[in-house]
């Protein structure tokens, strides 16, 4: 089955730039999306389509592809920016939902 | 401003199906734009995609739980549901449901979530 892989966790003090990337083998031909799930919460999308940003996301986030790795990009991480991270994407057929492990980032 | 809301036992037995239900307001379940889904998390552990349903009753599972899993839909109530069969501890987590916003891209269609329910929390337990 396809798989997407994240790193585990990403660490930064507040003010810096946080990465976190995803790898997947469809990824060439398929958009990656990312989700924020704070503790507790529901997961809320932060970047969708590789790199667009829906309304109400901070101007901080921001996400591009490159080949079989997709990165989310937080510049200026801010506190409230701790959470789980999740990338999503789909199958080569388009029909099945596939997420990342998740990235925990820790902002401190 | 759609919302989703889902709903079902909190405990169900070992060997026992697992039945939610998801409730739309504020939009059309029967839209031509969306599929609709389901997806879990266990305690402690990351997303989990378990499936999709189409208005028409168009259905795609994961196929890690495709011999278990059943979603359904009803126009007519706004509401989809998930059936999850034979359920053991392992199926302890916490359920959401999702609108499934379709894209429509040359040779790659696909979907992902833009709408969320709140999640509702089931425990497999005697």
């Known amino acids: 089955s396809y798989e997407l892989t994240q790193p585990p966790s990403v660490s930064v003090s507040p003010g810096q730039t946080a990465r976190i990337t995803c790898s997947g083998d469809a990824l060439p031909k398929k958009y990656a999306y990312w989700y924020q799930q704070k503790s507790g919460q529901a997961p809320v999308l932060v970047i969708y389509e590789d790199s667009k940003r829906p309304s109400g996301i901070p101007e901080r986030f921001s996400g591009s592809s490159s080949g079989t790795m997709a990165t989310l990009t937080i510049s200026g991480a801010q506190v409230e920016d701790e959470a789980d991270y999740y990338c999503?994407?789909?199958?080569?057929?388009?029909?099945?939902?596939?997420f990342g492990g998740g990235t925990k980032l820790t902002v401190l | 401003q759609l919302q989703l809301q889902e709903s079902g036992p909190g405990l169900v037995k070992p060997s026992e199906t697992l039945s939610l239900t998801c409730t739309v307001s504020?939009?059309?379940?029967?839209?031509?734009?969306?599929?609709w889904g389901w997806i879990r998390q266990p305690p402690g552990k990351g997303l989990e995609w378990i499936g999709s349903?189409?208005?028409?009753?168009?259905?795609y599972y994961n196929p890690s739980l495709k011999s278990r899993v059943t979603i359904s839909v009803d126009t007519s109530k706004n509401q989809f549901s998930l059936k999850l069969s034979s359920v053991t501890a392992a199926d302890t987590a916490v359920y959401y449901c999702?609108?499934?916003?379709?894209?429509?891209?040359?040779?790659?269609?696909?979907?992902?979530?833009?709408?969320w329910g709140k999640g509702t929390t089931v425990t497999v337990s005697s």
């Open positions: 504020g939009g059309s379940i029967s839209s031509s734009s969306y599929y």
């Open positions: 999702a609108r499934l916003h379709i894209v429509v891209v040359p040779a790659a269609i696909h979907y992902y979530m833009d709408v």
């Open positions: 349903i189409y208005y028409s009753g168009s259905t």
């Open positions: 999503y994407s789909t199958d080569s057929s388009g029909n099945h939902g596939v």
